[in-house]
């Protein structure tokens, strides 16, 4: 099992970033491809981004590419996401997710089925 644990989130007002943590505990090894994913109010979870073990390979949503950015920290088992130029419609809780499996195609993660690991979420306003 894998535990993740988000924080970073708050509120802030249109234009500002903000930065995301994200610790995995338990069987880290677990934890081989990364992501995050949103869910604002009255709308499905949706698909962020995610990044690889390695931290090489990452994958954004078309919303917040060139304004999000995923990471791995000198422990693999920390990932972030900076956020920048935020906007209203960016407010959201910010879901941590992991899997197991090798990295795959863009296609896959935009789905929630492809994490088997599920942190609390965060919550991120963006006021205008």
């Known amino acids: 099992q894998v535990q993740l644990v988000e924080s970073g989130g708050g509120l802030v007002q249109a234009g500002a970033s903000l930065r995301l943590s994200c610790a995995a505990s338990?069987?880290?090894?677990?934890?081989?491809?990364m992501g995050w994913y949103r869910q604002a109010p009255g709308k499905e979870r949706e698909f962020v981004a995610a990044i690889s073990w390695s931290g090489v390979d990452t994958y954004y949503a078309d919303s917040v590419t060139g304004r999000f950015t995923i990471s791995r920290g000198n422990v693999k088992s920390t990932v972030y996401l900076q956020m920048n130029s935020l906007k209203p419609e960016d407010t959201a809780v910010y879901y941590c997710?992991?899997?197991?499996?090798?990295?795959?195609?863009?296609?896959?993660?935009?789905?929630?089925?492809?994490?088997?690991?599920w942190g609390k979420g965060t919550l991120v306003t963006v006021s205008s």
């Open positions: 997710a992991a899997d197991s499996a090798g990295w795959g195609q863009r296609s896959r993660y935009t789905s929630t089925s492809s994490m088997s690991y």
């Open positions: 338990g069987r880290t090894i677990s934890a081989n491809v």
